[in-house]
C-alpha cells in the first residue's frame, strides 16, 4: 500500500473502517461487480494457464514476470530456505495432537522465528531477503504439522521438486502426481494475493511498528484463523462431505434455504457475483475427482452451488473460493481441518508484497477510537 | 452522521454517542481516523488527561495495585463496588501463572539469547495449543472470558526472565503478585516490597494507552473472530519491532553516554546539531509532556535514592531539562520512556526485557479493548485504490 491519501483530504466511513480507503496499491485489482481479479494487471485465469506458482509469487512481490534467468534465480533461492531450523519441527512434539493443526503451525513459526538470520534488522534490503525463506520455511513447516495430525513423521525435502510439487510430498509422504501438482499449484495461484482484506491489513499494521516480515505474517495468520475469515474453506467442505448424492444436495440446501441457514463457502464482501477464483479452479476440480472416481462429490457440489446461487444469487451471494479449494484438497489427500494452511501458504505472498510496498515510507499505523461517556 | 473536527491527535474525541458513519481527514499511518469507540479509556493531549473507565490515572497510580487496575479496565466495575468479582479475578489471574511443563519446556528448549519477545510470544503460541482443541469454538470466546491469558502472560514473562538468566523459575504462589512473581524470577531473589510497588504502578501506567500497534493488531484479528491465543500472538508480533521494542534500550545507551549533568546542555545540543534525535522525546499523542512522567520522574528520584544510585536521577534529570528547552518550542517534548527506562533497569532488567515487562501491563487494556471489538460484531477491513498497470496478458516464457 502507498500513498497514503493527503493529510488534508477528508473521507466518510463506517464501523470497522468500512468504505475507507487506507490507500494505493499497486498488487491486485479486486472487481466485485464483473467478478475479475488481477495481479499486477494479469486477470488470474491467464496466470493460471500458463504459470508455476513461483512465477505468480515473484510477480506479485516484484511487479513483473520473471525473465528466465530471474526465475531460475529465485526458484533456487526457495529451494535453499527448504530446510527450516530443527528446533521448529522439534516443537510439534511439546505440542498436544487435539490442538488446531493452524495453531500447531502457527507455533512452529514462532519456534523458526527464533532462529532467523538478522533477526533484528528492520533495514528494507533485510526485509526483502525474507520472502523466499519464510515461503519455503513456511511450506516445509506447514507439512509437519499436516503429517502430525496422522501422526507421521515429517518428510524432507526433494530439491528437484518445484514449490507445490515439494509441499505435497513433503505432506503426503510420496511423489504426487502431475494432476495433483498442476492442481495444487493452480489453488496456490488464485489465493496468492487477495487485496487489502482484513489479515493483510493486520500483517500491514505489524510491518508498519519496524518488525521483521514473519513478524507480519504471524498476525496475518491470526486473521485468517478467525471463523469470519479463513476458516470457512473447511467448512464448506464437511458441509458438502455430509451430502451423498446430488438428489439429497437439493433437498437438503432448499431445506436449509427456507430455514434461512447461511453456507459456509458462499458469499463474499467484495464479489457481488460469481468469484473468479472459483472460475478459474472449477475445471480443475471437475477433472482431478473424475481422475479419482469422485465424480459423485463434483455432482453434489454443482447441485448445492445452483441451488444456493438461483436462491441467493439475485441478493449477490455466490460460491466463493472457500467452496472450491477443498474439491481440490480432499482427492490429494489432505486432510479437512489441515485446509486452512495451504491457504495461509499462498496467502501470504500477498501479505509480504503489501507490506514490502508499503515499507519504504511506512508511517506506523495509529488509528484513534472516539471514548463514549455513557 | 457525525463531522468530527480533526485534531492531529485523535484521541480529544469524546461523545455520548456516535452515529457511524463518520467523516475525518485521514492521515500518514490513518492518524485522525476513528477506528473504534470505546468505553475502556480515554486520553485528552490537550489537557494531559488519561484516565481509564472514566477514572483519571493520577488518582489510581500508587493507590491500586495492578490486579486492581486490570479489573476495572476489563470488567469496567470497581474493584471496591464488586469485591467478590475481584477477588474471583485475581484468583484467576494468579493461578494461570502455572504453565503445562511442555510449554516451559518449550521455551527453555530455545536459545536464552533470543529476544525475549520472540521466546514470550512462541510460549504464548504453545500455550494457545494446551488451552485450545481443533473441537473447541473457533472464537474461544469462553477463554477469553476466563481472562486467564493475562495471567499466563505474566507466567511466561517470569520463565523467559529465568531461563536468560540461567536460573529456575521460583515456583509460582498464589498469595504473591503478578509482579512480585516476576521481579523474583528477574533478579533471582525475593523482592522487597516497594520495588514489587513500584513495578505495580508501572503496568498501571501502561495498562491502556488508546489503539497502539500491539492493541489494534489484536483487535483486527479479534475482529474476525479468531481465538485469543492467535490474537495475543498477533499483538506481540506488532511488539517485535525496534520502533515498538526498542526505545527502553535507546534511552540507557543515552543515559550512558552522558558525560554528566553539568555538561547535559552541550551534549544535547551536540546531537542535535548532528541531526540525531534524543531517545524519550516526541510522541504521536501529545503535544505536551506526557501526565505519566510526572509520576514517574518523581519515582524515579526515590528508587535512585533506595539504590543509593542518585547521580542516575541527576542525569536523567539534567538531560530532560536541557533536551526540552531545545525541543519543547518545537513540540517535543518527554515521554514515558524517558523515565521508565532507567526504572527497568534499576529494578534489574535488561533492556532487552522490557517489552516484555511492558506486555504484562498492556495485557490489561488490550484485552479490555479486545473485548469491545469482539462485542462490536464487525470484521476491521479498509479498502485500498488500485493503481496499478492496467489489463495486460501473459506472453510466451521466452518474451519475457
Known sequence: ?374 | MTELDTLSASFAWRARDLEWPVTTEVGRGLSGVVAATTRVMWLDPASGTLSYRGVPVESVAGRWSFEQVAFLLISGRSPGDDGAGFEAFRERLRSSRRLPPEVTALVRDLDPATHPTRLLRAGVSALGCWELGADDELSGDRHWRELRIVGQVAGLVAEVAAHRAGRARPTVDDRETLADGILGAVTGVAPDRADGDLLDLLWVLYAAHGLDAPTFTSMIVASCLADPYFNVVAGLSALCGPRQGGASEAVLDQLAAQPGPEHAVEWVRGVLSRGGRIAGFGHRVYRMPDPRVVILRRELARLARRRGRPEVFEAALALEHAATAELAPRGVHVNINFYAAPIFALLGAHPALVPCLFAVGRMAGLVALVREAIDDVRLIRPLSRYTGPPERRVGSASSR
Open chain 1, 1 to 374: 500500500m502507498i500513498g497514503i491519501a493527503a493529510p488534508a483530504s477528508p473521507q466518510r466511513y463506517g464501523r470497522g473502517l468500512d468504505g475507507l480507503v487506507a490507500g494505493d496499491t499497486r498488487i491486485a485489482e479486486l472487481d466485485g461487480v464483473a467478478g475479475r481479479l488481477l495481479y499486477r494487471g494479469y486477470p488470474i485465469g491467464d496466470l493460471v494457464a500458463h504459470c508455476s506458482f513461483e512465477e505468480v509469487s515473484y510477480l506479485v512481490l516484484n511487479g513483473e514476470l520473471p525473465s528466465p534467468d530471474r526465475l531460475e534465480a529465485w526458484r533456487s533461492e526457495l529451494v535453499r530456505w527448504r530446510r527450516p531450523p530443527d528446533r521448529a519441527i522439534e516443537a510439534l512434539a511439546r505440542l498436544p495432537r487435539r490442538a488446531h493443526p493452524l495453531a500447531q503451525y502457527r507455533t512452529m513459526l514462532t519456534v523458526a522465528a527464533c532462529h532467523i538470520p538478522e533477526a533484528e534488522d528492520s533495514s528494507l534490503d533485510a526485509q526483502w531477503r525474507r520472502p523466499a525463506r519464510i515461503l519455503s520455511w513456511t511450506s516445509a513447516l506447514a507439512a509437519a504439522a499436516i503429517r502430525h495430525l496422522e501422526g507421521a513423521p515429517p518428510v524432507g525435502p526433494s530439491d528437484e521438486l518445484g514449490f507445490a510439487a515439494n509441499f505435497l510430498l513433503q505432506s503426503l509422504g510420496r511423489t504426487p502426481t502431475a494432476a495433483e501438482v498442476r492442481a495444487f499449484d493452480a489453488s496456490l495461484i488464485v489465493q496468492a494475493e487477495h487485496g487489502l482484506h482484513a489479515a493483510a491489513f493486520a500483517a500491514l499494521v505489524v510491518i508498519s511498528t519496524g518488525a521483521d516480515l514473519g513478524s507480519a505474517v504471524l498476525a496475518g495468520i491470526g486473521a485468517l484463523s478467525g471463523a469470519r475469515h479463513g476458516g470457512a474453506n473447511q467448512l464448506a467442505f464437511e458441509m458438502m462431505a455430509g451430502l451423498a448424492d446430488p438428489d439429497q444436495a437439493r433437498l437438503w440446501a432448499r431445506a436449509a434455504l427456507a430455514r434461512g441457514q447461511r453456507f459456509p463457502g458462499f458469499g463474499h464482501r467484495v464479489y457481488r457475483c460469481p468469484d473468479p477464483r472459483v472460475r478459474a479452479l472449477e475445471p480443475i476440480a471437475e477433472e482431478l475427482l473424475s481422475r479419482r472416481g469422485l465424480s459423485e462429490r463434483w455432482q453434489v457440489y454443482l447441485a448445492l452451488r445452483d441451488e444456493v446461487e438461483r436462491a441467493l444469487g439475485p441478493r449477490g451471494i455466490f460460491a466463493n473460493v472457500d467452496s472450491i479449494t477443498g474439491l481440490i484438497y480432499h482427492p490429494i489427500g489432505l486432510p479437512a481441518t489441515a485446509f486452512p494452511i495451504p491457504f495461509c501458504l499462498a496467502i501470504q505472498t500477498g501479505w509480504m508484497a503489501h507490506c514490502l510496498e508499503y515499507l519504504p515510507d511506512g508511517a506506523m499505523i495509529e488509528p484513534g477510537a472516539v471514548y463514549l461517556d455513557r
